[in-house]
């Protein structure tokens, strides 16, 4: 309770102060946690929150207050996808075979680029089932998202994106998952094939139990 905005929307628009703002406000809403041993992780289902959160021991390393704290948060912080090797092999008996079917995954440049986590869901997904591909051509190539690059440059972001989907398109999946709330919806906004994260469409195949 009490955290918030991770920063990067206000640092994408070059309010830095603002960011550093947000960042402190969340510090001080996980400290009691991180400090009472309560929590394992923070875990960021938006590749681009977590590449921030990842970071926030370096944007207030100046902060003698904060500094300390913020880099105990970037280091517990961790991307979703970064759970899956635990968590396949509780899944596999749980998956419907109804429900699986072609992905064509979009990593996000937050994740390949910035977090550097490459290859997490396709090794893990196609484990539990799925059949996942990522584009033949130019798959390291941003969406056009880019934060608020898509409301503030949509001349340059929307040809980037139908570049992105023609990529994606070719592969002739049912569905294109990703790992940021911000290319998925830049991604949908032109093409009719359903546009999800990735953890939707496993949650979707898994069975009760």
């Excluded at 913020?70 to 759970?83: F, K, N, Q």
């Excluded at 999946?173 to 906004?189: E, K, T, Y």
């Amino acid at each position: 309770e009490g955290a918030g905005c991770c920063g990067a929307i206000r640092a994408h628009l070059n309010d830095h102060e603002g960011g550093l703002a947000d960042m402190r406000r969340n510090v001080d809403a996980w400290w009691p946690l991180v400090r009472a041993g309560a929590v394992e992780a923070i875990v960021m289902n938006a590749s681009g929150c977590g590449v921030m959160i990842k970071e926030y021991g370096h944007a207030l390393a100046h902060d003698p207050e904060y500094a300390d704290r913020a880099a105990r948060v970037s280091e517990l912080t961790c991307d979703l996808s970064e759970l899956l090797p635990d968590l396949t092999p509780r899944l596999q008996d749980r998956i419907r075979p109804d429900a699986i079917g072609r992905l064509a995954f979009h990593s996000p440049c937050t994740l390949q680029h910035g977090q550097r986590v490459r290859g997490v869901v396709e090794t893990h997904l196609d484990a539990l089932g799925f059949e996942v591909q990522v584009a033949r051509d130019e798959s390291h190539l941003c969406c056009g998202s880019a934060g608020t690059y898509s409301v503030l440059q949509p001349e340059l972001a929307y040809p980037l994106r139908d570049r992105k989907l023609g990529h994606l398109t070719a592969l002739e999946p049912r569905c294109i998952v990703s790992a940021n709330i911000g290319c998925i919806q830049h991604l949908q906004s032109g093409t009719s094939i359903p546009v999800k994260h990735w953890v939707e469409v496993l949650d979707e195949a898994l069975a009760p139990g």
